[in-house]
Nanobody, 126 residues
């Protein structure tokens, strides 16, 4: 079992930054990839970014490319999402996820991920 714990959300003005961490507890030794998804009110949960744990290869949704950066600290088993130039449309609950099946083709999809955190809310005001 793996427990994922997000934190670091909050209220920020447009143009500001946040860097929520996601800490993984439990079975972490065979993680293939970890990712961030978000869900705005009334919308489907969407892929934001992912990173493969061994090689650190990163993937981004077009909507955040150039503004968000995903990273990991292998020693702490913690993943981060540096969010810069935040926009009101970035307002959502952000979820981190961990997947164990080796599938680069699926790394941007919800199907790869076996464990999910409880979410951290991010609100970007005008």
């Amino acid at each position: 079992q793996v427990q994922l714990v997000e934190s670091g959300g909050g209220l920020v003005q447009a143009g500001g930054s946040l860097r929520p961490p996601c800490a993984a507890l439990g079975r972490t030794f065979s993680t293939f990839a970890m990712g961030w998804f978000r869900q705005a009110s009334g919308k489907e949960r969407e892929f934001i970014a992912a990173i493969t744990w061994s090689f650190g290869r990163t993937y981004y949704a077009d909507s955040v490319k150039g503004r968000f950066t995903i990273s990991r600290d292998n020693a702490k088993y913690t993943m981060y999402l540096q969010m810069n130039e935040l926009k009101p449309e970035d307002t959502a609950v952000y979820y981190c996820a961990a997947g164990y099946r080796s599938s680069i083709a699926a790394v941007t999809t919800r199907e790869l991920y076996d464990y999910w955190g409880q979410g951290t809310a991010v609100t970007v005001s005008f």
